[in-house]
């Protein structure tokens, strides 16, 4: 939207928006890098008296396992959607081009995922992967979501919204399928993957619930989960801008990659027709 045809009340409003949003953030930002002896009268001030440093984030660091959550939630996020994009994208081209007995009653039957609430799935999810063995293993925590509904959705508005000249062109020059799918319609499909893509990450980079559940050494736990552990301590002392600090360092990676390509994802988005 041109900024130059909203009106002074509208843009007031989304000031007032992004304000209320942000000040979370700016506190959390604000406590971890207070000093240790700070006074209890600065817990909720966003400008606190005295100087800024690092300490919490080294002590942050040191308490917990960092880099092994780190590493877990990486593999994790990045196995999921390595899979994910190749189911969605298989099964985005097969309801958008290929013509078959019932694929619209199919199709719809398949979005009904999208109306149950996850947390109804977690009893026979945990009891599936016990039965096979992949319970406290990341391949456990990544399998259900290795089809996605939303994707699926996703892909097949994206296959869909691109000319058919495309594949009519690559057939004459003798292109089989898969040549058609990999080299033709998936490079076309690029924005509408990169929008699934941000979706799926950050879902699953802030996922708690699942994760706590099928995992329970604590050398295969992930970011959320070993947060939920070190806050736990730390709360016990109070030492809140230890927690803001691994807080921040929690989320860190995904602000930094929303600053970084703002502009291509805003894209993605719209391309792909997410609003």
Same mark, same amino acid.
């Given at each position: 939207?041109?900024?130059?045809?909203?009106?002074?009340?509208?843009?007031?409003?989304?000031?007032?928006?992004?304000?209320?949003?942000?000040?979370?953030?700016?506190?959390?930002?604000?406590?971890?890098?207070?000093?240790?002896?700070?006074?209890?009268?600065?817990?909720?001030?966003?400008?606190?008296?005295?100087?800024?440093?690092?300490?919490?984030?080294? *002590?942050?660091? @040191?308490?917990?396992?960092?880099?092994?959550?780190? $590493?877990?939630?990486?593999?994790?996020?990045?196995?999921? $959607?390595?899979?994910?994009?190749?189911?969605?994208?298989?099964?985005?081209?097969?309801?958008?081009?290929?013509?078959?007995?019932?694929?619209?009653?199919?199709?719809?039957?398949?979005?009904?995922?999208?109306?149950?609430?996850?947390?109804?799935?977690?009893?026979?999810?945990?009891?599936?992967?016990?039965?096979?063995?992949?319970?406290?293993?990341?391949?456990?925590?990544?399998?259900?979501?290795?089809a996605s509904a939303f994707g699926t959705f996703l892909m097949r508005q994206t296959f869909r919204a691109i000319p058919r000249d495309y594949e009519d062109a690559a057939?004459?020059?003798?292109?089989?399928?898969?040549?058609?799918?990999?080299?033709? $319609? $998936?490079?076309?499909?690029?924005?509408?993957?990169?929008?699934?893509?941000?979706? =799926?990450?950050?879902?699953?980079?802030? *996922?708690?619930?699942?994760?706590?559940?099928?995992?329970?050494?604590?050398?295969?736990?992930?970011?959320?989960?070993?947060?939920?552990?070190?806050?736990?301590?730390?709360? =016990?002392?109070?030492?809140?801008?230890?927690?803001?600090?691994?807080?921040?360092?929690?989320?860190?990676?995904?602000?930094?990659?929303?600053?970084?390509?703002?502009?291509?994802?805003?894209?993605?988005?719209?391309? @792909?027709?997410?609003?």
């Amino acid at each position: 939207m041109n900024h130059k045809r909203m009106g002074p009340p509208l843009l007031l409003a989304l000031a007032a928006a992004a304000m209320v949003w942000a000040i979370p953030f700016a506190w959390m930002a604000v406590a971890s890098l207070r000093p240790d002896d700070a006074g209890a009268a600065n817990v909720a001030s966003l400008m606190p008296s005295g100087p800024f440093g690092l300490g919490n984030f080294r *002590e942050a660091w @040191s308490e917990g396992s960092f880099p092994v959550w780190y $590493l877990n939630t990486f593999l994790m996020c990045g196995g999921i $959607l390595a899979v994910q994009c190749a189911t969605v994208s298989a099964a985005g081209y097969a309801f958008a081009r290929l013509r078959f007995p019932g694929r619209t009653a199919l199709f719809y039957l398949f979005l009904l995922q999208l109306m149950l609430v996850p947390p109804i799935l977690i009893v026979p999810n945990l009891g599936t992967i016990v039965r096979l063995g992949l319970y406290d293993r990341l391949p456990g925590v990544m399998a259900p979501y290795f089809a996605s509904a939303f994707g699926t959705f996703l892909m097949r508005q994206t296959f869909r919204a691109i000319p058919r000249d495309y594949e009519d062109a690559a057939m004459l020059d003798g292109a089989n399928l898969p040549q058609l799918v990999w080299h033709v $319609l $998936l490079p076309l499909a690029r924005p509408g993957l990169a929008a699934f893509a941000i979706v =799926s990450v950050s879902y699953h980079w802030n *996922e708690f619930l699942w994760p706590l559940i099928a995992l329970a050494s604590p050398a295969n736990q992930v970011l959320t989960v070993g947060l939920a552990s070190f806050t736990t301590g730390a709360e =016990s002392a109070s030492e809140w801008g230890v927690i803001a600090a691994g807080t921040l360092m929690v989320a860190a990676p995904l602000i930094v990659v929303f600053v970084v390509f703002q502009r291509r994802i805003v894209s993605s988005f719209v391309f @792909s027709g997410i609003k």
